[in-house]
């Protein structure tokens, strides 16, 4: 499709170059049989010099054949574009893409006959001055030229296609994310792959940064409008402000007489899977265009290579940024579904551990406390994915679980706890951290390793044996 898109005067500048780069070895081929040695870079830029005028010529055909300029004026002003134009628009982006690689590959051709003749002696000043003789001037402005309108055409059929993409509906059911996250990272793929294929830095690295700038305004703030829209049921607004829920609202009244059955059913965990989602493709985007890369700037020097390497780092921003909205909205939801399993929390937490005698089993507190949670958590395992659910687990065992069973503890002095108390206490902790490392497919253990640990102190017949277990050491799980 890219061939047959590549009008007259693109063929043409690729054959310019590929007829400059055949002089150039066969004028240095002449050169070492005639001379014995190595063509000076005189002469391999006094040679360049000849094709370049014809190249530039090309150059400027297809800013002003296209009509750039005024293409650009126009997306800048205008915004949007429809459909027809968008596909017009996309097959000059592959033909500009494709000029400007050739033309930096050239460079890279010319940059290795150039340092083929410099040696360690010499100085990165004289380095710099014999390599700019390879540099020549009227096709470096027609170069710019066009970089100077593949930039703000290439962000402008990306701004479209999002926006139009922002705008569709529709639900994989399946993986329970909006078709929108699909189509919008399809969109940033191709226009990344595109940017990078022109071998160009300064192309690469404003595309890359506007990448990462829409990731972390426009595609950020449609993904939190989502959380912040009515759940399915029309009445309710679940998935967005969740924290002003117990704040005095009408909507926080609402919920807190509802069901815990209720509030399932209308629970959407479509906007929170669109989240996790997209975070992923950022980092597989990421990693695809650092393998493109490999390949792009086989022939390039390193360190141009490591500027692109680094350009491409930008976009890490971008996941960190979405992660963690992510986790502050799931964060908001555990807060919400506390008020269900909070009675049982606060039951365990009033028990008396000083009068425990005689033989300890599960006490019926964490059992209640247990089955409260499950039946809490369960129906948002079938809206959230596998990655929310299991983070879901792990924000209430570490923000809602774990300090209110040390607090429960650390509340008490130590004769609160009788023997049999501490071990069943224990024996409690056992339970509830089986259970909850069961409820999610990635243990949570880890962040009940502190509680464990008070547990074990809890059991000690001596304080003196708390050394034994090197607690507080580098490596440890916790400290002492």
């Keep these: 499709r890219q061939g047959g898109a590549l009008d007259r005067g693109s063929r043409l500048g690729g054959a310019q170059l590929a007829a400059a780069g055949v002089s150039l070895r066969q004028g240095g081929a002449l050169v070492r049989e005639s001379f014995e040695e190595e063509p000076s870079l005189q002469l391999l830029a006094s040679l360049y ?14 800013y002003a054949n296209k009509k750039i300029g005024g293409l650009v ?20 982006l592959d033909e500009v893409s494709l000029c400007l690689q050739r033309l930096e590959q050239f460079s890279w051709f010319l940059h290795r006959h150039a340092t083929a003749k410099i040696t360690g002696e010499q100085t990165a000043a004289q380095h710099a001055h014999e390599t700019q003789l390879l540099r020549n001037n009227i096709v470096e402005v027609k170069k710019a030229e066009l970089i100077s309108g593949y930039i703000p055409l290439e962000e402008s059929f990306m701004r479209n296609s999002v926006d139009k993409a922002l705008k569709g509906g529709g639900k994989d059911e399946e993986d329970k994310v909006s078709s929108l996250v699909d189509e919008v990272f399809y969109v940033l793929k191709r226009c990344t792959f595109r940017a990078l294929q022109t071998s160009s ?3 690469m690295g404003d595309i890359i940064m506007y990448v990462n700038t829409l990731l972390v305004t426009t595609y950020k703030d ?37 069901s815990r059955r209720q509030l399932g059913s209308a629970f959407d965990g479509t906007a929170y899977n669109n989240f996790q989602v997209s975070a992923g ?14 390949r792009v700037f086989g022939g390039a020097n390193k360190k141009d290579e490591d500027k692109a390497r680094e350009c491409l780092s930008e976009l890490k921003n971008a996941n960190q940024v979405l992660t963690k909205s992510l986790q502050d909205a799931i964060s908001r939801l555990g807060s919400v579904l506390e008020r269900f399993f909070g009675p049982q929390l606060n039951a365990f937490g009033a028990l008396d551990f000083e009068s425990v005698q005689g033989e300890y089993g599960e006490s019926q507190a964490v059992a209640e406390l247990i089955s409260s949670i499950e039946s809490t958590l369960e129906p948002f395992r079938g809206e959230l994915n596998e990655a929310n659910f299991d983070s879901l687990v792990v924000t209430i065992v570490d923000q809602i679980v774990a300090p209110s069973f040390e607090k429960l503890v650390l509340g008490r002095k130590p004769c609160s706890f009788s023997l049999s108390g501490a071990m069943q206490f224990d024996r409690d902790l056992r339970s509830l951290s089986s259970f909850l490392s069961g409820l999610a497919s990635r243990s949570v253990r880890d962040k009940l390793t502190r509680l464990s640990q008070i547990a074990i102190v809890l059991n000690l017949d001596d304080p003196s044996e708390i050394w034994e277990y090197n607690w507080g050491e580098q490596g440890a799980a916790g400290s002492a």
């Excluded at 004026?73 to 000059?92: H, W």
């Excluded at 989502?226 to 919920?255: I, K, P, Y």
């Design 49 to 62: 010099g000849k094709a370049a005028p014809s190249i530039a010529d090309v150059l400027g055909l297809l």
């Design 73 to 92: 004026r126009r997306y800048r002003d205008q915004g949007q574009m429809d459909r027809a134009a968008a596909a017009e628009l996309d097959v000059l």
């Design 201 to 203: 830095l300064n192309a």
């Design 222 to 258: 449609a993904l939190e409008q989502l959380l912040s829209s009515t759940d399915r049921l029309g009445e309710l607004n679940l998935s967005g402000g969740l924290a002003n829920l117990f704040r005095g609202t009408t909507v926080g009244g609402q919920v807190a007489d509802m």
């Design 281 to 294: 493709y950022v980092s597989k985007l990421l990693e695809a265009l650092e393998g493109e890369l490999r």
